[in-house]
């Protein structure tokens, strides 16, 4: 248990597909992050949020929507995805937005057919 | 831009002790972090410097030297259980978000 837990942990989803990933924290931290991790590639920030605000968006494409309604629930609506999306996504969360470690759910590993 | 590098595998003996080397390029430091990732799991924290030296955590330890844009990880009495991949990651300034290396994947052998 690594107090950020991610649902579902798999997904296959058709390139016209609307899904939605989930990441839930319990660790009271204020700062939320969305990262993409490929094979043979570094991890890869897609979004930040502190506070429930967006502070970094890395240049994702508009087909993924984050959304962070409280500082505990953070989302990431995938629509219309390309097969070169199929990663695993990562949720973290930390603090602050420092250089306080980062704490990671599992991931959930998107296949797009 | 920023650069982080790793080996990309590393193997080693049960009982050993391994090294796993990181080199930085970055704008900017503001620290360095060791992750572990098991496959099919979350990465977790290992280590953090900030300052030149050595950090030792039980049987891990983590060197650092900001002037040659140098880390290692040293993992001593290596387990079967060390076997993962190991992320090094660094924070170029203030907030800025952590830039992440590929990542050695170590596998110890009986």
């Known amino acids: 248990e690594t107090g950020v837990t991610q649902t579902p942990r798999h997904l296959v989803m058709g390139m016209t597909n609307k899904k939605s990933l989930k990441c839930e924290q319990h660790?009271?931290?204020?700062?939320m992050y969305w990262y993409k991790q490929s094979a043979k590639k570094p991890l890869e920030l897609m979004f930040v949020y502190n506070f429930k605000e967006q502070t970094e968006n890395n240049s994702v494409p508009s087909r993924f929507s984050p959304e962070c309604p409280n500082s505990s629930h953070l989302f990431l609506h995938l629509h219309t995805l390309q097969p070169e999306d199929s990663a695993l996504y990562l949720c973290a969360s930390s603090p602050q937005t420092d250089n306080s470690p980062l704490h990671f759910g599992n991931g959930t590993r998107l296949t797009v057919t | 831009g920023q650069n982080i590098d790793q080996p990309t595998e590393m193997t080693a003996t049960e009982g050993a002790i391994v090294q796993i080397n990181c080199t930085y390029q970055t704008s900017g430091f503001n620290g360095l972090f060791w992750y572990q990732q098991h496959a099919g799991e979350a990465p977790t924290f290992l280590s953090y410097n900030v300052l030149d030296g050595l950090e030792e955590k039980g049987r891990f330890s983590s060197f650092l030297s900001r002037s040659k844009g140098y880390s290692y990880l040293l993992l001593k009495e290596l387990q079967m259980k060390d076997s993962a991949s190991y992320l090094c990651a660094v924070r170029p300034s203030g907030n800025t978000p952590l830039v992440f290396g590929k990542g050695t994947r170590l596998s110890v052998i009986a």
């Open positions: 660790l009271g931290h204020n700062a």
